[in-house]
């Protein structure tokens, strides 16, 4: 005697359109993760560039040092995070 359950009628057909389903759903989740990544990387750059553009402008007006201090530490090299109020206290 079989212990399996009787298979349902066109159960092979349905099983195999699930699994085509879900196949083209990974791809499809698959590219639109390649297009986020690349997305984040192009934004990334852009800020970098941003910052740059930023600090080239800032040496000629005389007020990179007192800016310097307030940039989040990732742009800098500094370690202090200085406030507005506090960078034209000192």
Do not use: C, Y
């Amino acid at each position: 005697m079989d212990a399996r359950a009787p298979e349902a009628p066109h159960g092979d057909a349905l099983r195999d359109a699930a699994e085509n389903l879900f196949q083209e759903l990974q791809e499809h989740f698959q590219a639109l993760i390649a297009t986020l990544n690349l997305r984040m990387e192009e934004m990334g750059s852009r800020l970098e560039d941003l910052q740059k553009n930023v600090n080239d402008l800032m040496v000629p007006a005389g007020i990179e040092d007192s800016i310097q201090g307030q940039m989040h530490p990732q742009f800098n090299n500094s370690r202090v995070n200085v406030t507005p109020w506090q960078a034209h206290q000192h």
